[in-house]
């Protein structure tokens, strides 16, 4: 039978405190969003991904996702005028359930690629301006004002770019990460990276073993992520429904990373994997705010609250160099 180790009680605390990225400006009040439980590591390749279950039960918050509402034809996105403006686009939510957008989730088409910079909720019927960042920094034009999901978020560091930085440095982050997977375009845009046959075939190979190998219940609510047996994301939801929905994109979001750090030798290789099977919930808790001897060394944090509600937090780890090898 699988064991759980209870409480993540660092991310708890973060997750009940104060919001950076919250959607409206007044003061949230502080809410608990319960316990969670760490599950065994699950290891494909050089990744691994911890699952965290909550222990709150049902009934779980229900959203649509932006190519569910796509399929529905409930969703429109489109910049904002005939002009256009790189930072914002509008998008009515036209679905009877809040429409949750990710950030680093990719919207095609328009007058250029972007993708989203923070979660953003719409409710049912609601327009909203919606913060975006440009990932195709050489088209600035386009027959048609409307945007395609591209069902996909982007890997951890451009998100992270996203969420702490400006344009340039994503703009940037799209050119290095085009560079090492061996991809380019005329116009630069991330779309191609996700494109790739070779690669969309790379990583259909560790998301098939990961996904077949997730323990499926329903309070599994997020993922701690290690490449390489380091852990460098920590991605947890209030919504074990809303988290299920996001699973696939987020783990191929994971696993464009680990593609880029794969271990040059075999050895080195069981090293990471011996590592990875080794995480337990200290190390989690470490490494999202505890009080351990490797307590926020480079880890940036940031939360969302919609309505008052903790509903999405997202952990980055200290940056590291990539090895020589790439995808």
């Not at 074990?240 to 929905?245: C, E, F, I, T």
């Amino acid at each position: 039978m699988k064991s759980r180790i209870p409480v993540l009680s660092a991310l708890v605390a973060l997750l009940t405190a104060p919001l950076a990225l919250a959607q409206n400006e007044s003061p949230a009040p502080e809410l608990s969003l319960g316990d969670y439980e760490v599950g065994a590591p699950v290891l494909a390749y050089n990744l691994a991904v911890v699952p965290l279950h909550t222990r709150k039960g049902p009934p779980y918050d229900d959203y649509t996702v932006l190519e569910e509402a796509q399929a529905a034809k409930k969703v429109s996105i489109r910049e904002l005028d005939s002009d256009g403006t790189v930072r914002e686009l509008r998008v009515h939510n036209r679905d009877e359930r809040p429409l949750y957008l990710v950030g680093g989730e990719l919207l095609l088409g328009g007058k250029q690629d972007r993708m989203v910079q923070n979660d953003v909720v719409l409710d049912p019927d609601e327009r909203q301006r919606v913060p975006v960042f440009c990932v195709e920094q050489g088209r600035w034009e386009g027959q048609s004002l409307a945007f395609q999901p591209g069902l996909a978020v982007a890997h951890p560091d451009l998100r992270r770019a996203a969420l702490f930085s400006e344009q340039g440095a994503v703009w940037g982050e799209v050119a290095r990460k085009s560079q090492v997977s061996g991809v380019s375009s005329p116009t630069g845009t991330y779309r191609r990276v996700f494109q790739d046959a070779a690669l969309r075939q790379r990583i259909g190979r560790y998301l098939d073993e990961i996904q077949g190998k997730l323990p499926r219940d329903e309070r599994l609510a997020g993922l701690a992520v290690a490449i390489n047996g380091d852990l460098e994301v920590v991605d947890v939801f209030d919504s074990p429904k809303l988290y299920a929905k996001l699973e696939r994109k987020l783990l191929a979001s994971y696993v464009l990373a680990a593609l880029e750090k794969q271990p040059g030798r075999a050895e080195h290789e069981e090293q990471g994997r011996a590592k990875a099977r080794a995480l337990k919930k200290e190390h989690i808790d470490q490494f999202v705010g505890g009080t351990g001897p490797t307590t926020k060394d480079g880890v940036e944090k940031k939360m969302f609250r919609s309505k008052g509600k903790a509903v999405h937090g997202t952990f980055f780890g200290t940056k590291k160099d990539s090895p020589t090898r790439s995808p």
